[in-house]
């Protein structure tokens, strides 16, 4: 039988060609200074637009690359002292079918055009204008060559478009304070233009760059002739004002739950130019209140559940920041422990009622970044949370204040220096965690430091690279600290049949290490590949600023992809991937062997279908029994395959099937997934993603008891499903005024059955790992489970019935207004209900009790803020 590579490149037609890298294209511009500058109207009727020449001969990029574009498109550039004008004419034969789609800011819908300007000249950074023929503008700061585009980066620029006989205009203008640049007397900058032509899913280049090209900062063409300009010290200050209305179910004598709270607040955040390359970021008690809420989720295996960073002033510029060693969630520095929920408890075998804190307040931040035309990037962030007290109502009626959480310095240190003409580069980092300690918060650490040093090292014209880096950190407290953290589920010192780890209840600190190193083919030609291995030491502890989901681990992987990039009769693109990991411990125990096979195709009507194989040949788990003693799971096999339809139309849908069964139906995993997005109208947009996922398990962790001379590690067969649907609203009445609605419901439920024991935990039939309670041995009190194991009419142990149904409800309307470039008003009304439904009900019964039967907690806030630039 036929491969589907062999399928595949035998439909490519024409025969293999020698691939040749396109000749760097150069624009020249010149400066208008004496001149009236140009009125932004989308009409080039100025004469300064007549002092330079048309750029134009784009080529197609995506589907057919090196060809030429269903309509071209050309521009020209002029500056001044304090500003760069672009103008852009889009060809188009047939006006009225020009897709003009209305969107919030960085929507990138319907027919656009896009200038990047690597104005530092390093090929691994850039500056992104993106401009729709609707008007809508998107801005985004491009680093790692490409592989990052941060889209919180918003710098204030100004652009109007036009629609007439030949297609569409825009006429920008770019404040040359938004970039950055050098103070050379002469400037050479990369420049890479972009048209997406909608109606074909068309993507052409004024710069040609090959489908295999290794990055895409490094393929610009050159952008030369600007003379004599002076880098520009940016000063924005941007201070903010918010009212907030609180309403929630009344709980009678609880004063803390009166019914409602209200408070009015302010703040202010400002940018200042320290150099024209290096920028100052302060904000004095950041309000993020206009920010969605996390989606809903649910993890049994004890770990912490990863969300992403939403606030903005932690979102732009992170990549600087990023210091990622093992995957995409580890990381020295993880800015959500910044205003994290504090960790102190203030209930008490007395309490009555507790108002308990839900965010540490953040005092102050400061991040200091840039890059220097030197090639140096360089990221400073200094924060300070304040104490946080929760406030405590006793049985007896005394009221006392309880710290929950010390006042705490948060700092992050970053470097990284660009060297043999761009293709390489080394940098550091070091991370600082101190608090200011209190008797009653012992389990925190005193102080918490990491600090790492990266390389990447690529050659050949960027085909090949290697890269790696390493991690050293240290932690220091009290022994309850330290024991507390030995005994933590990402390191689990005290699980039995482990010669390597012990528990050390004297212990005042803990030092690991981390790194990566990895080889690989990231450009030329149709395959790429890399090769690599992860290391966390045992004692590595990165969590107090940092991401850490598990230590004590040797991690190896490999990966190879084969790209289609030529279209043929059929697609339009597609790829076949592979990739392979082993894991061990550090006492060189084998846990893990993984592989995965994963083929994608974009059909030439512009569907896509993506479906893989997955398969755990080996499965041993250190931490499945909370420190237990080293567990099997059964080998496990998965499939799945989703279809979608042309993203382009008013109503498009994905459809996503996933199934994966462990040997004797030790586990399963099953979801369903419907994606549909609809426009309507070119201002509104309705889409929804639900989810149905079932994850039987017969062997699920329950809880632990002394039985004997010894540990019982208790399991169970669970039935857990859960059902979420994430529902959204935009309607853009113009590009500075736009409607929001986010809406998610989540229920998760769990039902227990089968009880077991651990009997010999790497045993390879199930039958002989585990063994279940007879009917005589487990009986049901309420909600306890009593076990009588010896069957002599007396309780050995007992241990609280796990059944769980959680529901949650959140949804945000915002109306956002950008009343003046830079300058917004928010109007926010946010819905939140969260509760425990009853397990044995269906997730009607669920929905109906728990969602609808529910007052819901309401707030109500304006935000407004005003963007002064000095």
């Not at 760069?84 to 319907?110: H, M, N, Q, T, W």
């Not at 302010?266 to 993020?288: E, H």
């Not at 600190?509 to 590949?529: A, H, I």
């Not at 019982?712 to 590009?735: G, K």
Request: charged letters at 25%.
């Amino acid at each position: 039988m036929m491969s589907l590579s062999a399928l595949i490149a035998q439909s490519e037609q024409p025969p293999k060609e020698t691939i040749i890298k396109p000749i760097q294209k150069s624009y020249l511009t010149t400066s208008i200074a004496s001149q009236t500058p140009p009125e932004l109207d989308g009409i080039f009727n100025e004469p300064v637009w007549d002092l330079v020449d048309w750029a134009t001969d784009y080529v197609e990029n995506q589907p057919d690359n090196g060809t030429a574009p269903t309509e071209q498109t050309k521009f020209k550039i002029i500056y001044d002292e304090k500003n760069l004008y672009i103008a852009v004419r889009c060809y188009d034969a047939v006006p009225e079918d020009i897709v003009k789609r209305l969107s919030r800011r960085d929507g990138f819908e319907g027919d656009w055009v896009e200038f990047n300007i690597d104005s530092y000249n390093d090929n691994r950074t850039g500056f992104s204008f993106t401009i729709s023929a609707a008007g809508v503008k998107g801005d985004e700061f491009i680093s790692q060559n490409g592989n990052n585009w941060d889209g919180s980066w918003n710098p204030i620029w100004y652009v109007k478009t036009q629609i007439d006989e030949k297609g569409w205009t825009a006429e920008m203008r770019i404040p040359l304070s938004q970039l950055r640049f050098s103070a050379d007397e002469e400037q050479v900058w990369g420049l890479q233009s972009t048209r997406r032509y909608f109606r074909a899913e068309e993507r052409s280049l004024w710069q040609p760059v090959l489908p295999n090209a290794p990055g895409w900062v490094s393929e610009f063409g050159e952008l030369r002739g600007i003379k004599g300009i002076k880098p520009q010290k940016q000063l924005e200050v941007q201070p903010y004002t918010v009212t907030q209305l609180k309403t929630y179910p009344e709980e009678e004598g609880n004063p803390f739950r009166d019914g409602s709270d209200a408070r009015l607040t302010g703040g202010v955040d400002a940018k200042i130019g320290i150099t024209n390359d290096l920028t100052l970021d302060l904000t004095i008690n950041p309000d993020f209140g206009q920010v969605d809420a996390d989606p809903g989720a649910i993890a049994l295996d004890g770990f912490e559940i990863f969300f992403e960073e939403r606030r903005p002033f932690f979102v732009e510029n992170k990549n600087i920041f990023d210091y990622s060693f093992g995957n995409n969630q580890d990381n020295l520095f993880f800015s959500r422990r910044i205003g994290r929920s504090p960790q102190g408890s203030a209930f008490g075998a007395t309490t009555a009622y507790v108002d308990q804190p839900e965010n540490t307040t953040i005092l102050g931040a400061a991040k200091f970044s840039g890059k220097t035309k030197d090639g140096w990037s360089v990221g400073v962030l200094e924060s300070l949370t304040s104490k946080e007290f929760a406030e405590v109502i006793n049985e007896d009626g005394s009221e006392v204040e309880t710290l929950v959480e010390p006042l705490t310095n948060y700092f992050v240190g970053r470097a990284q220096k660009d060297f043999n003409d761009r293709n390489s580069y080394i940098g550091g980092i070091f991370t600082a965690t101190n608090r200011k300690m209190e008797p009653n918060l012992g389990f925190l650490h005193d102080n918490a430091y990491s600090g790492g040093i990266d390389f990447k090292h690529n050659w050949n014209d960027r085909t090949f690279y290697i890269e790696g880096n390493t991690v050293l950190s240290q932690v220091n407290g009290t022994a309850e600290a330290i024991t507390e953290t030995q005994r933590s589920i990402v390191h689990l010192f005290q699980r039995e049949g482990a010669s390597h780890v012990a528990v050390d209840t004297t212990k005042t600190s803990l030092t690991g290490t981390g790194g990566r190193l990895e080889f690989g083919k990231g450009g030329g030609g149709n395959w790429r590949y890399n090769i690599g291995g992860v290391w966390r030491s045992p004692e590595l502890e990165l969590n107090d600023i940092g991401f850490l989901r598990r230590a004590d681990d040797i991690q190896q992987y490999a990966g190879v992809t084969r790209e289609f990039n030529k279209p043929t009769s059929w697609y339009r693109r597609a790829n076949i991937r592979a990739y392979q990991s082993s894991n061990h411990d550090f006492e060189g125990n084998y846990n893990q062997f993984y592989y995965q096979l994963v083929g994608f195709v974009n059909f030439k009507n512009n569907w896509f279908a993506e479906a893989g194989s997955e398969n755990n040949a080996a499965d041993f788990n250190n931490s499945v029994l909370r420190g237990g003693p080293r567990f099997r799971n059964n080998g496990f096999n998965l499939g799945f395959l989703y279809v979608g339809t042309d993203s382009r139309k008013k109503l498009s849908t994905t459809l996503g099937y996933v199934f994966g069964e462990a040997r004797e139906q030790n586990f399963g995993f099953t979801r369903y997934e419907v994606r549909l997005n609809y426009q309507p109208l070119n201002s509104l947009n309705v889409s929804m993603t639900a989810k149905y996922e079932s994850r039987p398990d017969k062997t699920q962790y329950v809880a632990q008891s002394d039985f004997l001379q010894g540990k019982r590690y208790i399991t169970a067969a669970i039935d857990q499903e859960t059902i979420s649907t994430v529902f959204r609203v935009n309607y853009t009445i113009n590009p500075n005024l736009s409607i929001q609605y986010y809406g998610e419901p989540f229920i998760a439920r769990g039902k227990y059955s089968d009880f077991n024991y651990v009997n010999n935990p790497i045993a390879t039939d199930l039958s002989d790992r585990v063994t279940t309670y007879t009917t005589n041995q487990i009986q049901l009190q309420g909600d306890t489970y009593s076990i009588d194991e010896n069957t002599d009419g007396i309780s050995d142990y007992s241990f609280g019935k796990p059944d769980f149904a959680f529901v949650q409800y959140r949804s945000n309307l915002v109306v956002r207004w950008e009343y003046i470039p830079g300058s917004e008003v928010f109007f926010v009304w946010s819905q939140g209900i969260n509760g425990n439904g009853i397990a044995e009900n269906n997730f009607r019964s669920i929905v109906d009790n728990q969602i609808f039967g529910q007052k819901p907690e309401n707030i109500f806030l304006i935000k407004a803020t005003y963007r002064f630039v000095l």
